[in-house]
């Protein structure tokens, strides 16, 4: 998982195997969440090019997980294979799906600067 930060807003570059090891994904997550402060995150799913039941669950966990702790989860960068599952099982419903994480980072509104020439983010360390 790739992580970075633009403007307020945690973008999580999320690869398959970040899906199937949840445990480790929502720790990470979790820590951002409880010690960091953050509250909003963009799960961008560009690498992903087909998902499971598992990996559509985990996306429900970190939904949860953010839910529970009053912070705000947004899909992004979603392949349309990937996007038929996620709407034939209901996710559409219940998370927001943007083109992009750009977009996706966007549609929280401003915050912090307000630069229109911000490059895309920070890398953050993973935890």
Known sequence: MEIRKVK?????????ADLTAIQDTSD?????LKVDGE?????DLTEIHQINSLQ?????TLHLLCYENLA???LAGIDERVKTVLRLIGLD??????????????????????DPT???GEPMKRR
């Open 39 to 43: 509250r909003k995150f963009v799960a």
């Open 93 to 114: 419903k219940l998370m927001e799906m943007h083109h992009g994480a750009e977009v996706a980072s966007q549609s929280f509104g401003t915050s912090g600067s307000n």
């Open 56 to 60: 559509a669950g985990a996306l429900v």
């Open 8 to 16: 307020d807003v945690v973008v999580l570059r999320l690869k398959a």
């Open 72 to 74: 705000l989860m947004k």
């Open 28 to 32: 990470i997550v979790e820590n951002m």
């Open 118 to 120: 911000s490059t895309g």
